[in-house]
């Protein structure tokens, strides 16, 4: 198999047990790991791409936002991590952490579907014109190619961890 293909296979695998597991009970969060990094950046361009970086922020992908920073800076984008921290400090100085954007959902049937806007109002709207600014500037080309060349220097322990976990 070649990296390429593992890194698409792995981009629904992870979404399903056993990998999902993985994922929920926090085994994601060492960034030591490289089947953590690769998990991390995937959740993070998945999350983006559906629902953009403030849906991406109040998700539980989103939670693991300083294990992201940390995972793309693994993969040597540096610039791309500092978006990220930036975004970082302007969600937190406007009170937009997880946890207050999660206080928002109490009470919301399961399953329910809702905006950003209808969960939480207007109170971040500069908050969130700022992070989306910052983060239209990313450069997701030297992203995918950054992450599949980590894919193909650390294929065997990828691959392994993948099919065990």
Same mark, same amino acid.
């Given at each position: 198999? $070649?990296?390429?293909?593992?890194?698409?296979?792995?981009? #629904?695998?992870?979404?399903?047990?056993?990998?999902?597991?993985?994922?929920?009970?926090?085994?994601?969060?060492?960034?030591?790991?490289?089947?953590? /990094?690769?998990?991390?950046? #995937? $959740?993070?361009?998945?999350?983006?791409?559906?629902?953009?970086?403030?849906?991406?922020?109040?998700?539980?992908?989103?939670?693991?936002?300083?294990?992201? #920073?940390?995972? /793309?800076?693994?993969?040597?984008?540096?610039?791309?991590?500092? #978006?990220?921290?930036?975004?970082? +400090?302007?969600?937190?100085?406007?009170?937009?952490?997880?946890?207050?954007?999660?206080? $928002?959902?109490?009470?919301?049937?399961?399953?329910? /579907?809702?905006?950003?806007?209808?969960?939480?109002?207007?109170?971040?709207?500069?908050?969130?014109? *700022?992070?989306?600014?910052?983060?239209?500037?990313? $450069?997701?080309?030297?992203?995918?190619?950054? +992450?599949?060349?980590? /894919? *193909?220097?650390?294929?065997?322990?990828?691959? *392994?961890?993948?099919?065990?976990?």
């Amino acid at each position: 198999m $070649d990296a390429s293909k593992l890194l698409d296979d792995l981009s #629904v695998l992870i979404y399903e047990p056993p990998l999902s597991e993985y994922r929920d009970d926090g085994r994601i969060c060492d960034t030591t790991n490289p089947l953590s /990094v690769v998990m991390l950046l #995937v $959740d993070y361009e998945t999350e983006c791409s559906m629902n953009g970086i403030n849906g991406f922020l109040g998700n539980s992908a989103g939670n693991r936002l300083t294990e992201t #920073v940390l995972a /793309v800076r693994k993969i040597g984008c540096i610039d791309h991590a500092d #978006v990220l921290e930036e975004i970082r +400090t302007t969600a937190i100085s406007a009170g937009m952490t997880y946890d207050a954007m999660q206080n $928002d959902c109490t009470g919301l049937a399961e399953f329910a /579907v809702t905006s950003f806007a209808e969960l939480h109002g207007d109170k971040w709207d500069d908050a969130c014109d *700022r992070i989306q600014t910052l983060h239209e500037n990313v $450069d997701w080309d030297s992203f995918w190619r950054a +992450t599949l060349e980590f /894919v *193909r220097n650390n294929m065997d322990s990828i691959a *392994r961890q993948s099919t065990t976990q």
